[in-house]
């Protein structure tokens, strides 16, 4: 492999709010990956959830709020731009497109949204775009469907390396060294019942949710 191949991430999600539990990941992903770049990327209409209480660009200028000038990390509106619903496949095609065919192009999703990656729109064709990198999370760890099993188990790789010899189709199951065990729904809940978010979102992103009267309930 050449010494110059980039490496890029993406994380997408709600981001509804984005937490700490979302940044501490992507710096230790970064990290661990050796990224160049990790697109954090929030969902217009999250195909397999309810429509969320708080705007899409609200949850944007907040995922850019706890990004703030942090290397490396970057907050990217791109599923906002696009009409009808979020889908990965499409999201990883335009940065393979931007990135270019040898790009070490990764996906990466926490082991809860691995355990419904079948449920979701094209998933063979994230294997020709994308790596995926799944990461532990604390609270969950139901095995494996067996279509999920079918889906992946051939793609496994043991290692960084191994998986950073191809530009896409590999599997690789890591634990991060910090695995929080913060939610965005818990942190809904809190605000919902007027209860501190603080330490579990950063300072910036709590002064904003503060000041924009966010996620709280309504009188
Ligand atoms: P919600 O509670 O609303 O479902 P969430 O906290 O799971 O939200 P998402 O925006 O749905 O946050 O997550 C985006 C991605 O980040 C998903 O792949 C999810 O698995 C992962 N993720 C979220 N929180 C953590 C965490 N604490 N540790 C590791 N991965 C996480």
Request: hydrophobic residues 40%; aromatic residues 6%; negative net charge.
């Amino acid at each position: 492999m050449n010494q110059s191949t980039q490496r890029i991430g993406m994380l997408g999600g709600t981001f509804d709010p984005i937490h700490v539990g979302h940044l501490r990941s992507a710096i230790e992903l970064q990290e661990l990956l050796a990224l160049d770049q990790l697109h954090m990327i929030p969902a217009q209409q999250p195909p397999l959830r309810d429509r969320p209480q708080v705007s899409a660009t609200q949850r944007l200028a907040l995922l850019k709020t706890g990004i703030g000038n942090t290397p490396g990390l970057v907050a990217d509106d791109r599923e906002l731009l696009r009409e009808g619903p979020s889908y990965s496949a499409d999201t990883l095609a335009e940065l393979r497109i931007e990135y270019g065919s040898d790009t070490r192009l990764v996906m990466v999703i926490g082991y809860d949204a691995f355990l419904r990656l079948t449920d979701w729109h094209q998933p063979e064709r994230l294997f020709e775009l994308a790596h995926l990198v799944v990461m532990a999370r604390p609270g969950y760890c139901d095995a494996l469907s067996a279509s999920l099993m079918e889906l992946v188990e051939h793609r496994r790789v043991d290692s960084v390396e191994a998986l950073m010899e191809r530009p896409c189709g590999g599997y690789l199951s890591l634990e991060l060294p910090s695995q929080m065990a913060v939610s965005a729904t818990y942190i809904r809940h809190c605000l919902e019942a007027g209860k501190s978010v603080r330490y579990l979102v950063p300072a910036t992103v709590e002064q904003a949710i503060e000041s924009g009267k966010l996620y709280q309930r309504n009188e």
